[in-house]
């Protein structure tokens, strides 16, 4: 063994490896630990200790991963064969995956963020669940009048349905929208993996941990709306969205009627999440909140991470971005406003991530440990 394997290879050098990459994460899991403790405070104090599942999301983040990571090496394997044309692609496929999956650092920085992001993601759960009942949905009337008034008069969903006719169009929107969530997991499994540097990891959790907290806890706590879909529902009042929801049900009639697969997946969706409102209990997907946005939200940070990645797959993730934003307004989901704002927090949360991240690495250099 050469003299650079065994000093790697060494059970000091290892631990050191293991502890440089737990304090360029040190932000990231700082906020987790700090948003469990809230939210865990605030389910006691307020007798809402039902609605807390710390574990929720545990189980499914570790099957997906389980599935993933296999998967991965798979395409990773057919890229390695077909693309580059390697003449040993199994070979270098292994050598590739103990050199910068198996690594001290990276099995670190994965098994700690995957351990801390299936905690945070279950409390930030436990906690939507909670806001209609901590704070019931007030501000729907302020939200629909602001949308009118941005848009000259005009509701924003007649501008989508204009552009975006009938249910062919309506329902690329669906499909769109429904696997934003897929896309935002197979892009966190990416950086948990480090496969966009260890920096970018950093720097995308952190982001991501903390437009979560902000964005779809803090801020939808205080400014607790259900969105178009359930307005007449929780304001009582002449519900100017019922033209919207009307239209989406008559498009979508035939299509479940006939028994099609290829039906509008969110008027289902919507009502199961109403349902569940009235349950002392969370579940995987439960809550309602519609200002700020966090499927806009993630939409654009997934965008801004890409453009650091590549320039052509920065450009992508936005085009679907824009396509969120849309989708948010056309299937009744969220307020235009909603989107506008999570696209500003979102951006200033990514800049300060990325000014922390800085931070801490030049420290590292600072002291003569390579990041």
Known sequence: MSLIAKEALRPSRLASDAFDELKLLSPFLMVVGLYIVAVTGIAQATGLASYLQLTLYTEALSLSLSVGLPAGLIIYFFYLMFWEREKRPLARAARDLTTYVLAPRVVTGLVVSLLAISYFVSAFSSFKVMIGTLNPFFLDPLLARLDALIHFGIQPWKITHFVFRGFAGTMALNFAYNF?????????????????????RARYLLSFVL??????????????????????????????????MHLLNAMDAPHVASGSYWHLWSLTTQQQLWSYQFL??????????????????????????????????GRIMLAYAVIISIGSIDLGWHYAVDGYVSIAITYLLWRLSGAIIDRIESNLQKNFLPV
Not at 218 to 244: E, I, K, N, Q
């Open 180 to 200: 934003w969530f897929f896309l935002m997991w197979i892009f966190v499994f990416c950086q948990l993996l480090a496969l966009a540097g260890r920096r970018e």
């Open 211 to 244: 437009c979560w907290t902000v964005i779809g806890s803090v801020l939808a706590f205080l400014l607790s709306s259900a969105g178009p879909c359930y307005y007449g529902r929780v304001t009582g009042l002449p519900d100017p969205y019922a033209p919207l």
């Open 280 to 313: 002392s209990t969370t579940s995987i997907g439960a809550g309602i909140s519609a200002m700020p946005s966090m499927h806009v939200s993630m939409a654009y940070l997934l965008a801004f991470s890409s453009y650091r990645i590549n320039k052509w797959l």
